[in-house]
């Protein structure tokens, strides 16, 4: 089945020790995003990738980062995590700008990775 | 994207019809109705959206009113695992982000 699959579902990592959490789909979706959702909060958008084009959210803070190196991957690096980053992290695709029924525009989620800093 | 307004929380019986409304009075004309669901430790799930006509699908209804200022997620047979964070979002057709509110989080009972 094509599906976002997100890989480690749980990640610990140590203050300040860079983390990279990574997502991949089968969907071969043009568009690619990363959101963060803290504990009892609704998901908050960090960026994403439309095709190769980066756009990043004017909140998002610098210590997040993000590499797309082709059409199924996409990866998340916090480079100096806090205690504040821990967090499930979610990646998403969609299809957007092509042809097609307009369901196609609906956003497909992964599980997430759950973020524990220590 | 428009603002949307949503009960914190509902109760349903398992079986029963789950009614979750949405207030969404600033919506623009070419803005989309839209509604995922998050069950416990998964990520969101699409569930249907609506432009001013009534959809149906095979997860839910969507009722819109006339004045498209609010609307209604209907799940006709509530089950155990609907349990889960329904968001209601409001954007437009082809646009890149979701923005997410903080939902209503139903809880189907025995």
């Known amino acids: 089945d094509a599906m976002v699959i997100q890989n480690p579902r749980y990640q610990v990592t140590q203050f300040g020790k860079p983390v990279t959490l990574s997502c991949s789909q089968t969907?071969?979706?043009?568009?690619m995003y990363w959101y963060q959702q803290k504990s009892s909060q609704a998901p908050k958008l960090l960026f994403h990738?439309?095709?190769?084009?980066?756009?990043n959210e004017a909140d998002t803070p610098d210590n997040f980062q993000s590499r797309r190196p082709n059409t199924s991957f996409c990866f998340l690096d916090i480079r100096s995590p806090g205690l504040g980053d821990a967090a499930m992290y979610l990646c998403?695709?969609?299809?957007?700008?092509?042809?097609?029924?307009?369901?196609?525009?609906?956003?497909?989620f992964g599980p997430g990775t759950r973020l524990t800093v220590l | 994207d428009a603002k949307t307004t949503q009960p914190t929380s509902m109760d349903c019986a398992e079986g029963r019809a789950a009614n979750l409304p949405c207030n969404h009075s600033?919506?623009?004309?070419?803005?989309?109705v839209y509604w995922y669901r998050q069950i416990h430790s998964q990520g969101p799930q699409y569930i249907i959206h609506?432009?001013?006509n009534n959809e149906t699908n095979e997860m839910a209804s969507l009722i819109i009113t006339e004045d498209r200022k609010s609307s209604t997620l209907i799940l006709p047979h509530a089950t155990l695992r609907d349990t889960a964070v329904y968001y209601c979002?409001?954007?437009?057709?082809?646009?890149?982000?979701?923005?997410f509110g903080q939902g209503t989080r139903l809880t189907i009972n025995p």
């Open positions: 998403a695709t969609s299809r957007l700008g092509l042809a097609g029924p307009s369901s196609y525009n609906e956003q497909f």
């Open positions: 969907l071969n979706h043009n568009v």
């Open positions: 990738y439309y095709d190769k084009d980066f756009n």
């Open positions: 600033t919506i623009s004309g070419n803005e989309y």
């Open positions: 609506g432009l001013k």
């Open positions: 979002i409001v954007r437009v057709q082809g646009a890149q982000k979701l923005v």
